[in-house]
């Protein structure tokens, strides 16, 4: 079982910067693929950013591609979202998931993940 908690949610003005944190419970934190999604209120929960188990490799939507940075520190136990020049589209609930053990593919879909956490909210004004 992997227990996520986020942080670092907030309101900004657009083109300001924030960076949300995952911390995990689990001892196997170093293992999974981690990635962060999103929901705006009435759409569906959309994928963000992904990072291997070892951070080697990561991914992006590309809405968020070249302002948006995932790192992880597994000696932390946590994953970070570095999330520059936001825009009001950004707002939304930003959600850290996890899911499987040293894989080379990373992956994008909301089903595909099998742990969340309870979400953090940015609020971006224009």
């Known amino acids: 079982q992997v227990q996520l908690v986020e942080s670092g949610g907030g309101l900004v003005q657009a083109g300001a910067s924030l960076r949300l944190s995952c911390a995990a419970s689990?001892?196997?934190?170093?293992?999974?693929?981690m990635g962060w999604f999103r929901q705006a209120p009435g759409k569906e929960r959309e994928f963000v950013a992904a990072?291997?188990?070892?951070?080697?490799?990561?991914t992006y939507a590309g809405s968020v591609k070249g302002r948006f940075t995932i790192f992880r520190d597994n000696a932390k136990n946590t994953v970070y979202l570095q999330m520059d020049s936001l825009k009001p589209e950004d707002t939304a609930v930003y959600y850290c998931?996890?899911?499987?053990?040293?894989?080379?593919?990373?992956?994008?879909?909301?089903?595909?993940?099998?742990?969340w956490g309870q979400g953090t909210q940015v609020t971006v004004s224009s």
């Open positions: 998931a996890a899911r499987g053990v040293f894989e080379a593919i990373l992956h994008s879909t909301p089903a595909e993940y099998s742990y």
């Open positions: 689990a001892r196997t934190f170093s293992a999974h693929t």
């Open positions: 990072i291997s188990w070892n951070g080697g490799s990561t």
